[in-house]
């Protein structure tokens, strides 16, 4: 699948590329950005720059920088992973670098990305997962219109508590409702 570059109002989606690789290093880095995802994941600088270089080329996912119009700096990405065409079905998952949250820049990422799985690639469902602790990003999602589809229970850690993990959805009639109202 060709990786697409969608523009949006403020931002510009593109593929991840190399050079993305120190906004990357730096984004998880940031111990809020892992805790509020869950990433316990601890990466080296050479996977990183491995990952930035050959993500674009991976099947089954859509890796995406996020950037402002009018320039060409990594704020975060946004990925629509594990794309079934089959069961026509995907993940999205978001993250934004520090100085980046509350801009609205996620908002309107997620919204490009729900019109290039439904529109572009023609799934009828994109879920994700949030974790509990994650109040705002789970508000987003909501708005959005993603419904919420189930709770693991103390699936996750936030530090040395527990903390669960909510799955969410979007079907592709409400992704159109949403649009229409």
Same mark, same amino acid.
């Given at each position: 699948?060709?990786?697409?570059?969608?523009?949006?109002?403020?931002?510009?989606?593109?593929?991840?590329? $190399?050079?993305? $690789?120190?906004?990357?290093?730096?984004?998880?880095?940031?111990?809020?950005? &892992?805790?509020?995802?869950?990433?316990? /994941?601890?990466?080296?600088?050479?996977?990183?720059?491995?990952?930035?270089?050959?993500?674009?080329?991976?099947?089954? @996912?859509?890796?995406?920088?996020?950037?402002? &119009?009018?320039?060409?700096?990594?704020?975060?990405?946004?990925?629509?992973?594990?794309?079934?065409?089959?069961?026509?079905?995907? &993940?999205?998952?978001?993250?934004?670098?520090?100085?980046?949250?509350? @801009?609205?820049?996620?908002?309107? /990422?997620? /919204?490009?990305?729900?019109?290039?799985?439904?529109?572009?690639?023609?799934?009828?469902?994109?879920?994700?997962?949030?974790?509990?602790?994650?109040?705002?990003? @789970? $508000?987003?999602?909501? &708005?959005?219109?993603?419904?919420?589809?189930?709770?693991?229970?103390?699936?996750?850690?936030?530090?040395?508590?527990?903390?669960?993990?909510? /799955?969410?959805?979007?079907?592709?009639?409400?992704?159109?409702?949403?649009?229409?109202?």
């Amino acid at each position: 699948m060709e990786k697409p570059t969608l523009e949006g109002e403020m931002i510009r989606l593109r593929p991840v590329r $190399a050079t993305d $690789a120190d906004a990357m290093w730096e984004m998880v880095q940031d111990p809020q950005s &892992n805790r509020l995802t869950g990433t316990t /994941a601890v990466f080296t600088r050479p996977e990183i720059d491995a990952w930035c270089a050959g993500v674009s080329a991976r099947d089954g @996912r859509v890796d995406l920088a996020v950037t402002a &119009n009018g320039s060409d700096e990594y704020l975060g990405e946004i990925v629509l992973k594990e794309i079934d065409e089959v069961v026509s079905s995907a &993940n999205i998952r978001l993250v934004m670098r520090p100085a980046y949250r509350g @801009r609205g820049y996620g908002t309107e /990422a997620i /919204a490009l990305v729900l019109g290039l799985a439904f529109d572009g690639i023609g799934l009828h469902r994109v879920g994700l997962d949030v974790l509990s602790i994650n109040t705002r990003a @789970r $508000a987003i999602y909501e &708005n959005i219109g993603f419904q919420v589809e189930g709770r693991l229970r103390d699936a996750a850690r936030d530090g040395e508590r527990w903390c669960d993990v909510i /799955a969410m959805g979007l079907l592709e009639d409400e992704f159109r409702a949403a649009q229409l109202g």
